[in-house]
């Protein structure tokens, strides 16, 4: 499963102009690739957004849309700052436990 991942890294490095300048640039460039190649909704995300959905029942497209689209985002930047966060200690932890 670790080569595809690296494969699919390489492949999107590739495809896209990434700003390696700091490390936040490259966590960023790491998880945007996990997330396309990897995605998933286990079952208390698909449970949370079926009952957002049914508290939104009857309401026009248009509102839902108003609603769904900032309670996505805020949910893709709350993973995507886990993720590099998770990164960040990781690496610390390893450093630390190699000194």
């Known amino acids: 499963m670790i080569e595809k991942y690296i494969q699919a890294l390489r492949e999107y490095a590739l495809s896209h102009d990434p700003s390696c300048a ?3 640039s490259i966590l960023g460039i790491l998880y945007e690739c ?3 190649n990897y995605p998933y909704d286990n079952e208390q995300i ?8 049914q ?20 949910c893709r930047d709350h993973e995507r700052s886990g ?3 998770g990164v960040k200690i ?9 000194e």
């Not at 108003?66 to 996505?72: G, H, N, R, S, W």
């Open 22 to 24: 700091d490390g936040e």
């Open 34 to 36: 996990l997330n396309e």
């Open 46 to 53: 698909k449970t949370d957004f079926n009952e957002l959905y």
């Open 55 to 74: 508290q939104m029942n009857g309401m026009p497209l248009r509102e839902m849309d108003k609603i769904i689209y900032p309670v996505c985002k805020l």
């Open 83 to 85: 993720f590099v966060e």
């Open 90 to 98: 990781g690496t610390r932890l390893s450093r630390e436990l190699t």
